[in-house]
T-cell receptor
Framework: GNSVTQMEGPVTLSEEAFLTINCTYTATGYPSLFWYVQYPGEGLQLLLKATKADDKGSNKGFEATYRKETTSFHLEKGSVQVSDSAVYFCARPGASGTYKYIFGTGTRLKVLA | DTAVSQTPKYLVTQMGNDKSIKCEQNLGHDTMYWYKQDSKKFLKIMFSYNNKELIINETVPNRFSPKSPDKAHLNLHINSLELGDSAVYFC?????????????FGPGTRLTVL
């Protein structure tokens, strides 16, 4: 079936550390892929997306590359800040005709000063 | 200007009561959603409307009833509230129901049932 699997958290890093949050997907075809971020007390907001294989999405220093060979869309940032502390969700559209989005379980990131 | 707004932001109520949460989007989108987020941050889709037509109706107790008076509004009414209904409820919208575009989320309504 269609699913999204992301690494369990929490992830705790020191400021300026390198971040990777893994996300893999199963799908027939090549769906668009998304990373959403949820800051404390807020709703989810789109962080970045990629609409086809080999695309790289980027925003606010975060990047993710759509890799069809490994069916992955890992989120990376070279130097995290305390303000990046949030929950990150990998997501993709559901199967055609279901109208749903499929979200990963979320990975909580805590960045220490 | 707030794109997706929800009221109230916090709702504390007793078991057995009936309550409603309202959602409005000013983005001109055709599709709106209700999600439930539990304490572990897991997101569960509940309902979706496209141009006022119900298109997603997940396995949700029938105490939950959505209503979409027009495509800019999607409300959620909950009857006979139970302890397990305590969660954060998010409204979201997207341009259409094809699933390829971004979803815009409201700030959430934290429901606490005592």
């Amino acid at each position: 079936g269609n699913s999204v699997t992301q690494m369990e958290g929490p992830v705790t890093l020191s400021e300026e550390a390198f971040l990777t949050i893994n996300c893999t997907y199963t799908a027939t075809g090549y769906p668009s892929l998304f990373w959403y971020v949820q800051y404390p007390g807020e709703g989810l907001q789109l962080l970045l997306k990629a609409t086809k294989a080999d695309d790289k999405g980027s925003n606010k220093g975060f990047e993710a590359t759509y890799r069809k060979e490994t069916t992955s869309f890992h989120l990376e940032k070279g130097s995290v800040q305390v303000s990046d502390s949030a929950v990150y969700f990998c997501a993709r559209p559901g199967a055609s005709g279901t109208y749903k989005y499929i979200f990963g379980t979320g990975t909580r990131l805590k960045v220490l000063a | 200007d707030t794109a997706v707004s929800q009221t109230p932001k916090y709702l504390v109520t007793q078991m057995g009561n009936d309550k409603s949460i309202k959602c409005e989007q000013n983005l001109g989108h055709d599709t709106m959603y209700w999600y439930k987020q539990d304490s572990k941050k897991f997101l569960k889709i509940m309902f979706s409307y496209n141009n006022k037509e119900l298109i997603i109706n997940e396995t949700v107790p029938n105490r939950f009833s959505p209503k979409s008076p027009d495509k800019a509004h999607l409300n959620l009414h909950i009857n006979s509230l139970e302890l397990g209904d305590s969660a954060v409820y998010f409204c979201a919208s997207s341009q259409d129901a094809t699933g390829g575009g971004e979803q815009f989320f409201g700030p959430g309504t934290r429901l606490t049932v005592l």
